[in-house]
């Protein structure tokens, strides 16, 4: 007999401990390549949310000959003042992206809202918080349902969260007029009781659809600073005294805004756009591309308002009438 010893087929501790630091290298080496694969992707389906915006906007335009209203008073409200002293906050309004909805293949949620036969939307709050994909950047953390702020009121209903508002202006968003592509149909607050007609369609993109943002990305927040994002239904909060925030943006700061806002001016922040992806936002044009515009784009602001005329390169692209044609920008 054979007493001698067999040799072991099993793998010793140092062996395994091997093959476990391999392993933890090879995890530690694909885990950035994953999480930038799905990045990549997120930011894919976010340019098709905007693509499918855009095609909306365009289908719009071919029904009604115009762009939709950024926002809509509505008169039958219980709380609306008469004219002169109305202040638009003071009613929920739909927005542009309610009217959209029969356009992004949403029409049986417009029909359930009542949007079209004139139902008030202080009323449809279980419609308003209906949360929507095209809407909703897959990179953005923000709620559901865009909550009230340490310092600001709820006005309305908590409603659904956008991640994508309209160009109101290469400025601020103010209460009349409007030099970018959406504002409010309703009477003015000049005091002059005129009704406003909100009548922007493609022919009033006097430097081009080429060169013009329709809608542009805005993000819940970007490291510590609150951009607050949007709402698709239309004015739910508003921020000192102005509704638009909700639903609108300018070119009142710069793509990626990091700065914290001036005394008086809290809405900086809420009414720029900004993303998370790097560098920069994605916005669909006038012409309906989709483009990536670079947060180091030309841009000259003369304040936390930046009430000045146009002077810049970003701003030329807010302004729908200007005269400016920028030929290279993005990336």
Known sequence: MNNGSRSSKGFTLVELL???????????????????????????????????????????????????????????DPHYQPAGNNVVTDVESWAWGAFLLPFIEQG??????????????QNMTRFANTPLAVYRCPSDNGP?????????????????????????SHAGCGIDGSTGVFWRAGFSNSGSG????????????TDGTTNTILVGEVC??????????????????????NCADDVLASGRAAI?????????????????YSSHHTGGANFVFGDGSVRFVSQNIDYISNGPSNSSNADSA?????HREDGQVIANFGD
């Open 18 to 76: 091997v093959v476990i630091a391999i392993i933890g290298v090879l995890v530690g080496l694909l885990l950035p390549a994953v999480q930038a694969a799905r990045e990549a992707a997120r930011r894919m389906q976010c340019t098709n949310n905007l693509k499918q915006i855009g095609l909306g906007m365009h289908n719009y335009h071919d029904v009604h000959k115009q762009f939709p209203p950024g926002i809509v008073q509505q008169h039958a």
């Open 108 to 121: 049986n949620l417009y029909d359930q809202a009542g949007i079209g036969r004139g139902e008030l939307l």
């Open 144 to 168: 559901v349902l865009r909550l009230a702020q340490p310092g600001i009121s709820l006005r309305f209903a908590p409603w659904a969260l956008s991640n994508y508002k309209g160009n109101c």
């Open 194 to 205: 005129a009704f406003v007609q909100h009548k922007i369609g493609i022919s009033k993109l």
């Open 220 to 241: 819940w927040t970007r490291g510590p600073w609150i951009h607050r994002a949007a709402v698709w239904a239309g004015c739910m909060q508003g921020q000192q005294g």
């Open 256 to 272: 990626n805004h990091a700065v914290a806002p001036a005394p008086g001016n809290a809405d900086q922040m809420a009414e720029s």
């Open 314 to 318: 970003y701003e030329y692209l807010m």
